[in-house]
């Protein structure tokens, strides 16, 4: 008797060890995050944005680096091999994700090109085109631009994690209104000055023309790469005096040296600008995207 109640007893407690494990391991699994890398600290903005504290976040680039001349180590292909979602911008802004994604073994990857759907603005300079391809990457400096990748963030997150799906659609819709607040804002402002042209230290800014229906000129090109000629200079001179530019704007990873020169020489002021290809001065998406179409306001009026 008393050994048929010493097994029924020890038959009971396997069966809620189990059980326990069986819980906590149900439990752990629905905790689990969503391990993600990101290109650059921009696609870092808008995945956090979406994600919240249902993802890791690493990024690649970093901060102070110029995605365009990134090159991936040992330890970032090992990152992506233990990655649940990979998202890039595209449009030739990463030229090493195609030969990176061939490398790692992560057939359980997804991949998320942020920019597809894009009418894409075309590269009009035969060199840049042959060396980086068609388009201008900068996207993401565009709140149009911005709720689109997001948008294809979002979808992948819900096709990794379907059981948060309302999680991230309300995160996607707070982020999408912030959006469209700060561009209705703004697209009324614009549409009160007459000039509409600025000048800055790379062309990084072709989306948010496009938006707003500016006119950017540069110093350097699309890709920051090489100082302007003498004959180039001399024409943004022109198109300064011309356009009556008061504000000459300057990039971080952009060297200033001829973007002062040509304040100078035209008697206007230096201001930085954000491309927010890396984490500057502390601010967030919405904030530097704020200042950005804050001094450009300022410098039209």
């Not at 009418?119 to 689109?148: F, R």
């Not at 035209?266 to 904030?287: H, L, P, Q, R």
């Amino acid at each position: 008797m008393f050994k048929k109640f010493l097994t029924l007893f020890l038959t009971i407690s396997i069966f809620f060890s189990f059980t326990a494990c069986s819980n906590n391991s149900t439990s752990n699994s629905s905790n689990k995050k969503l391990k993600v890398v990101v290109s650059f600290n921009a696609m870092k903005e808008f995945a956090y944005a979406v994600g919240k504290d249902k993802i890791t976040i690493v990024n690649m680039t970093p901060n102070g680096t110029e995605p365009h001349d990134f090159e991936p180590k040992t330890k970032d292909i090992e990152t992506l091999t233990n990655a649940d979602i990979f998202i890039y911008s595209g449009l030739g802004m990463e030229s090493w994700t195609s030969k990176t994604l061939k490398s790692i073994n992560n057939k359980n990857l997804i991949t998320v090109e942020a920019s597809n759907g894009v009418n894409g603005i075309k590269n009009t300079d035969a060199g840049e085109i042959k060396e980086h391809g068609t388009y201008d990457p900068h996207l993401w400096i565009s709140l149009k631009g911005a709720e689109l990748e997001t948008k294809n963030i979002e979808n992948a997150f819900i096709k990794a994690d379907s059981k948060n799906k309302a999680f991230y659609e309300k995160n996607y819709a707070d982020f999408k209104e912030q959006l469209e607040e700060l561009y209705n804002n703004y697209d009324q402002k614009f549409k009160t000055v007459k000039n509409k042209s600025f000048v800055t230290g790379h062309a990084a800014f072709a989306y948010l023309c496009r938006d707003f229906g500016l006119k950017q000129d540069s110093v350097e090109d699309v890709f920051a790469e090489g100082e302007p000629s003498t004959k180039k200079l001399a024409e943004l001179t022109d198109f300064c005096k011309k356009n009556k530019i008061q504000t000459v704007f300057v990039e971080d990873m952009v060297s200033p040296k001829v973007s002062q020169t040509l304040a100078r020489e035209v008697g206007a002021k230096v201001e930085k600008i954000y491309t927010i290809e890396s984490k500057e001065d502390g601010k967030d998406y919405i904030n530097a995207m704020k200042s950005n179409l804050e001094m450009i306001y300022s410098s039209l009026k």
